[in-house]
Antibody, heavy 125, light 107 residues
């Protein structure tokens, strides 16, 4: 079955970097993109960006430009998300999700399925 | 604006019907997708497109779209449907946006 498995929890100090991995199985990795979404404690979902597993193209929101880098390794079907210059507000559960796209209908469809299990990143001094 | 507006909370009696709405300008060009999240769990896709359900999602979940509004309807709500429901859509830059989430309580 289609599955995304993420790396384990991390504890970082302010100013450090974190790199979370997301290993895909059950589908052709390069045929889809991967989006990353995070959720701070008790808060809603925040989209962090997208990477094409086909050619490595990325798309980040303005808020995270310059601090986030997404990469893929097609030889291991793994996506990575690195966040630098961590602050306490970066404490969150980080999710990867397969990004599905279909422009054949009346409107464009773009959805996230499946999701990884989540990786808790705690930033604390 | 690419923001998506959702009501923060709604309640429904067991077995009754509840509709959750999501409003935003981007919904005139892009379908919403809907995600159910239970405490301590990853979000799960329940509806995408006009009214597409992934395999394994009960048919009591349905979706609709009109103008700048997308709706998720649960017909015959069950206790296990309690949770937070988020709508999501993208804009012309490829950036995605989530609504604030609607907490569904089944009474």
């Amino acid at each position: 079955q289609v599955q995304l498995v993420q790396s384990g929890a991390e504890v970082k100090t302010p100013g450090a970097s974190v790199k979370v991995s997301c290993r895909a199985s059950g589908y052709t990795f390069s045929n889809y993109g991967i989006s990353w979404v995070r959720q701070a404690p008790g808060q809603g979902l925040e989209w962090m960006g997208w990477i094409s597993a086909y050619n490595g193209n990325t798309n980040y929101p303005q808020k995270l430009q310059g601090r986030v880098t997404m990469t893929t390794d097609t030889s291991t079907s793994t996506a990575y998300m690195e966040l630098r210059s961590l602050i306490a507000d970066d404490t969150a559960v980080y999710y990867c999700a397969r990004d599905n796209y279909d422009s054949s209908g009346y409107l464009i469809k773009n959805w996230f399925d499946p999701w990884g299990q989540g990786t808790l990143v705690t930033v604390s001094s | 604006s690419s923001e998506l507006t959702q009501d923060p909370a709604v309640s429904v009696a067991l077995g009754q019907t509840v509709r959750i709405t999501c409003q935003g300008d981007s919904l005139r060009s892009y379908y919403a997708s809907w995600y159910q999240q239970k405490p301590g769990q990853a979000p799960v896709l329940v509806i995408y497109g006009q009214n597409n359900r992934p395999s394994g999602i009960p048919d009591r979940f349905s979706g609709s779209a009109s103008g700048n509004t997308a709706s998720l309807t649960i017909t015959g709500a069950q206790a296990e449907d309690e949770g937070d429901y988020y709508c999501n859509s993208r804009d012309s830059s490829g950036h995605h946006h989530f609504g604030i989430g609607t907490k569904v309580t089944v009474l």
